[in-house]
């Protein structure tokens, strides 16, 4: 049956799939974003789609209002002065968007973690927006928690380019659950397609643990370089690496308390698994299929820069 279907954070990794997805399987689709050349290619492929700010309350109440369910997610801004206090702005304007338009179902962007209110750096915030989403009368809200994304290994690429190495603030051995964007993707048109159940919590958690040894491994083999290592930082100079790459204090921070509490194994690194939070992108398909061609299109860039 279709259904109309709106899509927050449609231009990232997961809502351009998602959206795809969905109109492939025949759903009227409203993409949500702000101004993009991206978002501008999701209406060619047949979206309708929706300019703004996530921040406004009546801008989303719009975009939700005669919809059958909703994506929601709250957009990463990793440059921000207080990425918490960001969190719950956008946060509290999707929760009464949602109440003002009468939205009857959505999926709600989570993370492994989300039930823990300290500890977890950024991910606090997803903590106080599953309330936030439950606490609504009439809507059946499923929340994602997806584990470590893959993604995040393509901020490795630099440190490739310019010292040789793959690298960050986590135990070389640690060894955790990793998803691709994609099987997130493809978890959140499921769901949407079909029936939401209030209070829902699905994890993904990738198709095992891995280390970020073994990641690293899976990488310099994909681009053809088997020699590359993988160096743990230390937590300052880890810090004054993302502030470099143009993270702000603040998330460097929040990424810094994630990081220590991951390598003591205490947030986000083990989770339920079962057949249903196990998914299939590998690690050697992540590198061979989304890290390399995004390497080599970096590198093939810096030479004619």
Do not use: C, W
Request: proline share 5%; hydrophobic share 45%.
């Amino acid at each position: 049956m279709s259904k109309k279907i709106t899509v927050l954070g449609a231009t990232g990794n997961i809502g351009t799939a998602l959206v795809h997805q969905l109109l492939g399987q025949g759903h009227q689709v409203t993409a949500v974003a702000r101004p993009s050349a991206r978002l501008d290619a999701l209406q060619q492929a047949g979206a309708s789609t929706k300019a703004g700010d996530a921040h406004d309350a009546a801008f989303l109440t719009e975009a939700f209002r005669g919809a059958d369910a909703a994506f929601l997610m709250i957009p990463p801004n990793a440059a921000g002065p207080d990425v918490l206090a960001h969190m719950q702005q956008i946060g509290e304007a999707t929760a009464q968007a949602v109440r003002a338009s009468g939205l009857p179902a959505a999926v709600h962007l989570s993370s492994i973690g989300a039930d823990l209110p300290a500890g977890t750096g950024p991910v606090v915030g997803l903590y106080h927006q599953e309330a936030r989403l439950n606490s609504i009368d009439g809507l059946a809200v499923a929340h994602l928690r997806p584990a470590y994304f893959m993604e995040n290994l393509l901020a490795n690429i630099g440190l490739i380019q310019h010292l040789g190495l793959l690298g960050s603030g986590i135990r070389p051995d640690l060894r955790f659950p990793m998803v691709a964007t994609r099987d997130i993707a493809a978890r959140a048109a499921e769901l949407l397609s079909g029936t939401i159940e209030k209070g829902a919590v699905e994890y993904l958690l990738g198709p095992r643990d891995y280390s970020m040894q073994e990641a690293g491994a899976a990488i310099a083999g994909a681009i053809g370089r088997p020699e590359l290592p993988y160096v743990q930082f230390s937590y300052e100079d880890a810090k004054a690496g993302m502030v470099q790459a143009g993270l702000s204090k603040n998330m460097a921070s929040l990424y810094d308390e994630m990081t220590r509490n991951m390598n003591e194994e205490k947030v986000m690194t083990t989770a339920p698994r079962d057949v249903r939070s196990t998914t299939p992108t590998t690690i050697e398909a992540f590198a061979e299929q989304v890290f390399a061609p995004a390497f080599r299109g970096a590198t093939a860039g810096a030479a004619n820069a």
